[in-house]
Nanobody
């Protein structure tokens, strides 16, 4: 059973930075697609970023338009951990951020973390 645990959330000022971590246990997730999602109060959960493994052993990162050039997703396979570096934070980035994992051949994310709160003050 895969377990994902997020950390690194907290309070930041607009323009500041935070780095979220998602530590996986129970299985090595080297070839899994790892994603970050967020949910703000009163809103639906939305995609933020993902990093996926390709057959050529190259990882590709993809981002939602509203975080492109501000957020960076990367992973450390030795630690079975994926990160989300968030720079130039805006108050509208305030949300609970969730880490998720899915097998490369599956559309649905089958594993989710418990979420970590990010609050950005203006």
């Amino acid at each position: 059973q895969v377990r994902l645990v997020e950390s690194g959330g907290g309070l930041a000022q607009a323009g500041g930075s935070l780095r979220l971590s998602c530590a996986a246990s129970g299985r090595t997730l080297t070839t899994y697609t790892m994603g970050w999602f967020r949910q703000a109060p009163g809103k639906e959960r939305e995609f933020v970023a993902r990093i996926r493994w390709s057959a050529s052993s190259v990882y590709y990162a993809e981002y939602a338009e509203f975080v492109r050039s501000r957020f960076t997703i990367f992973r450390d396979n030795a630690k079975n951990t994926v990160y989300l570096q968030m720079n130039s934070l805006k108050p509208e980035d305030t949300a609970v951020y969730y880490c998720a994992a899915r097998q490369a051949s599956v559309e649905e994310y089958g594993y989710w973390g418990q979420g970590t709160q990010v609050t950005v003050s203006s």
